[in-house]
């Protein structure tokens, strides 16, 4: 019997109008992350969505961070959100 260690969840939210990545990214301050429900989620999962379907199932992401800040709590999530999405994740 297969088990899945990680519960997949589907969860309904709506799109954030502030969220517009520029070159570097989405640029906002940690405390909108953690302040707005689903903030980080969104941005994510919009990122993950605009890859198709069939090029994101079985490849690599790499997450990278400073360390400071909410990096750890941003990290897990978005590995998390990989692997839900059949992406293989490192961390560096």
Known sequence: METNPIPVLTIQTSPFDDQRPGSNGLRKK????????????????????????????????????????????ATEIIVQMAAANGIGAKAC
């Open 30 to 73: 940690t405390a909108i992350f953690e302040s707005k429900n689903n903030y980080l989620q969104n941005y994510i999962q919009s990122l993950l969505s605009s890859i198709d379907l069939r090029d994101r199932q079985g490849c690599t992401m790499v997450v990278g961070s400073d360390g400071r800040y909410f990096s750890r709590a």
